[in-house]
Structures are given as structure tokens and as C-alpha cells.
């Protein structure tokens, strides 16, 4: 089956543009760079990286970064925009890079969209030095519990409230928004934790970042029902227990 990036890889660059929606430069763009404030990163893997942006922002701050997505229309765009870059098709789930190969690996609303979300995270471990870093940033579980509904609104269009339904059991449903339509996941926070440590990472940090910046109406509806967390993941350093 199809997920649904192929089809909407044109409307999707149209959406993002070359900076990305409110949601990535008010929310997600200030939290997953502050975690990488001055610190020094020698590689980076950038998994699902779309048409590049986030590797831009990497590279604009010195990171050396290979970027993968398994969506061509999405690598030949991050291409035409940075030709200098390094974008290859590849899957999450089976990297072609060797153990111990990056220092940073980076999954920047990622794992909802990929199935065996084991694999990939199994594979995220398998290419990362002792002591390196994975940053997620990741729908949060109680929204994807609600995405195939979203909000429940009155005959005026308020909304009353966010539903969250069926919340422990593992399932997709179609994302549709901007002419976009893809697979989204739907997963307990429990699962994604619990694959995260059997791989052998360790929790280093954990946020439900908040908006920087926004008309009142989006700020107030999304500290009603927030999208976004980010975790930061690293492996223990060699030799240890």
C-alpha cells in the first residue's frame, strides 16, 4: 500500500516553501536547534528529511549532514536547493550506513509516517557512535489518537474539545490538509519509549515545547491540545555497564 507521499510530494513543497509552516518556525524549529546550541557534531543522519529544509538549518550552523527520504519529487527538490548537499533516497528501516557511523541522528516528525517503527529505531541505534545523540521530534500520542476525528466543534465552529479515542491500540488513518493526503500512525507513547530502550538508548531530555509566536486564537487552541513533543536519546559511551 501506498503512503500517499509520491502523490503529494508537490503540494507538500507547496506547503512548506523554503521555511517550513507556522508550526515549524514558531514550535519545532526553536526547540530542536536549542538542542543543538553549542554543541559539536562532526556527522549527522537526517532521516525523513523531505525537501531539505531542516538540513539547511544544519548546515548553516556548521553540521555535517547526509539526508535521507524514500520520496524522490521530495530528495530532487532538496537537491535544487542545495546542490552541495548530501540527499539520498534511502528507508529508515534498512540505513545503508555502517554501525557507529554518526554522532547526530535526527527524525524530525518522522516516525509517524513509517511503518515497522522498530526497525527504524533499531537502525537509528545501529548507526550511532557510543555517547551520540538522537533528537525526535514527533506528534504527540493523545494527538494521533484524535487525528482521524480532530476537533470536535459546535454549529459555530468553536471548538469544544479534542477527542481521544482508543488510545492504546496501534493504527493508521489518512492525514488530509493543503491538498495533502498521507499515512499517519497512531501509537502509545509506551511504544515508542519501549522500542527506544530495548535498542539499547537512553532518555537525556524530554519537552512539549510551546509556540514562540502566533495570532491568539492558534496559540490558545494549541495549549488546548498541543501537537508536538521532542526527546532527546543517547547511546551510553564505550565500555559502560
Given amino acids: 500500500m501506498s503512503n500517499g507521499w509520491d502523490d503529494s510530494a508537490s503540494a507538500w513543497i507547496a506547503k512548506m516553501g523554503d521555511h517550513g509552516d507556522w508550526s515549524r518556525q514558531a514550535i519545532l524549529d526553536p526547540a530542536m536547534l536549542a538542542r543543538l546550541h553549542e554543541r559539536r557534531f562532526e556527522r549527522a543522519l537526517d532521516i525523513g528529511c523531505g525537501e531539505g529544509r531542516f538540513c539547511r538549518l544544519l548546515k548553516d550552523r556548521g553540521v ?24 539520498q533516497i534511502a528507508s529508515a528501516e534498512m540505513l545503508p550506513f555502517a554501525d557507529a557511523t554518526f554522532d547526530l541522528v535526527i527524525s ?5 509516517d513509517i511503518d515497522d517503527y522498530r526497525a527504524a529505531i533499531d537502525e537509528m ?19 494521533t489518537a484524535g487525528l482521524s476525528t480532530g476537533w470536535i466543534k459546535d454549529d459555530q465552529g468553536r471548538r469544544l474539545h479534542y477527542p481521544v479515542d482508543r488510545y492504546l491500540d496501534e493504527s493508521f488513518c489518512w492525514g488530509e490538509w493543503a491538498d495533502i493526503r498521507v499515512k499517519q500512525w497512531h501509537r502509545p507513547l ?8 530495548q535498542s539499547g538508548l537512553e532518555l537525556a531530555f524530554f519537552d512539549e515545547p510551546e509556540p ?7 496559540l490558545s487552541a494549541y495549549r488546548r ?3 508536538f513533543l521532542i526527546m532527546e536519546w543517547r547511546r551510553p559511551p564505550a565500555g559502560s555497564s
Fill in 64 to 87: 555535517s549532514t547526509i539526508c535521507i527520504d524514500t520520496t524522490s519529487a521530495l530528495i530532487e527538490r532538496a537537491k535544487l536547493l542545495d546542490t552541495g548537499g548530501d540527499y
Fill in 108 to 112: 524530525y516528525l518522522t516516525l509517524v
Fill in 125 to 143: 541505534a545501529r548507526v550511532l557512535k557510543p555517547s551520540g545523540t538522537v533528537l525526535i521530534a514527533n506528534l504527540t500520542s493523545f494527538n
Fill in 190 to 197: 509506551r511504544a515508542y519509549f519501549s522500542a527506544l530502550l
Fill in 212 to 218: 514562540q509566536s502566533g495570532e491568539p486564537d492558534r
Fill in 225 to 227: 491540545a498541543p501537537w
